[in-house]
């Protein structure tokens, strides 16, 4: 675990210190007394028992001291709790979602999802954390920055933290969460202010990138490709669909439950790519196979040609009219993207910039 890459995990680990070397030295002193008192009142040196009475110095001694001790340790590590529950007022909002089992992110002020997490450096970011309601408990969890906090289904909790320096980090659930509660592990990329716009710009792109027939023909369509949009579909799988279907598609995550997608028998919704799309909006009813909202339109697009190549049958392929339907169906050519925002500060500037072009106009104009 890495040390020092946020004040909250020096807090901690600065209390968890104090506190151990507290308890370290109390353990070592009992320990010296119990085995004095097992060498002086052996039997073999006192053979005759003797009525001890009660030593009223002693008793208060052994009351007072203690609880000023754990007194102590009780505000050092308060100290540290309150930090964790005062996030600052301009921290910056990421939705966190835990469900079986994986975690998804969600960034409201630029209305982007992601399946990692990713932040600019030195930049206060609060976490609401939740889990769907027909979920279970998970618990989100930075060992690196030691903040933890469950996600509770249909309920909203939180934490905060600042990463003072760039790098990747873990995430892991700290609550037992079923089978695979071992895998459902995420990455927190801490990244420059720089870097962090250029990924925004990427995840939009991912989202609002109109969709084209073309792609749902070609499963290595450019689109696709890391020039464009960068979308890794092995580990779309891996992360979303492994778990239940296995590395192989062949069911064994969940077996009896999950669809084997290389038997022609398990595919009741069609195998075209518009028929999985569709599965991944809406999920199955009455199975585990519930829906993904997080994902975007060409990520599923390239989610349904990595799962449909585990056929061994005969692929049915989208037609225009496949296509037509389904964007009408889900209004996919309405999806526009966000605006284009700016800093406050370059708003001042431009505002600034407009006003004296307008006095050298007005100038301009003024007979002479």
Known sequence: MNSGVSEIAREVDHAFLLVGIATGLMLLGITVVMVWFVIKYSRKKSKRVVNIEGHRLLEITWIVIPTI?????????????????????????????????????AYPEEKITASEMVVPVNR????????????????????????????????????????EREGEFNIFCAEYCGKDHAKMRSTLRVVS????????????????????????????????????????????????????????GDGSGLPGEARNFQSDKDWKNGTRVSDIFKTLIDGIED?????????????????????????????QHDTQESYDALIKEFELDKITGPGETISVERAMEILSEEAAAEQARDAEATPK
Request: neutral net charge; contains cysteine.
């Open 69 to 105: 001790i754990v007194t102590w340790m009780f505000f050092v590590a308060y100290e540290g709790f309150g930090m964790m529950r005062q996030p600052p007022d301009d921290a910056m909002i990421v939705q966190v979602t835990g469900r079986q089992w994986a975690w998804e992110f």
């Open 124 to 163: 206060a970011v609060k976490a609401l954390i939740t889990a769907p309601v027909d979920d279970v408990l998970h618990s989100f969890y930075l060992p690196d920055f030691r903040v933890k906090e469950d996600a509770v289904p249909g309920r909203e909790t939180y934490l905060w933290f600042k990463a």
């Open 193 to 248: 202010n720089d870097a962090y716009r250029a990924w925004v710009k990427g995840q939009i792109a991912k989202r609002y990138k109109p969709l084209e027939f073309s792609g749902f023909e070609n499963p290595k369509h450019p689109a696709f490709g890391k020039e464009d949009l960068n979308i890794d579909s092995t580990k779309l799988f891996g992360t979303y669909c492994a778990s239940c279907h296995g590395e192989a």
């Open 287 to 315: 199975t585990q196979m519930r829906s993904f909202p997080n994902l975007t339109p060409w990520e599923r697009v390239a989610l349904a040609h990595y799962v449909r190549a585990f056929q061994t049958g005969a692929l």
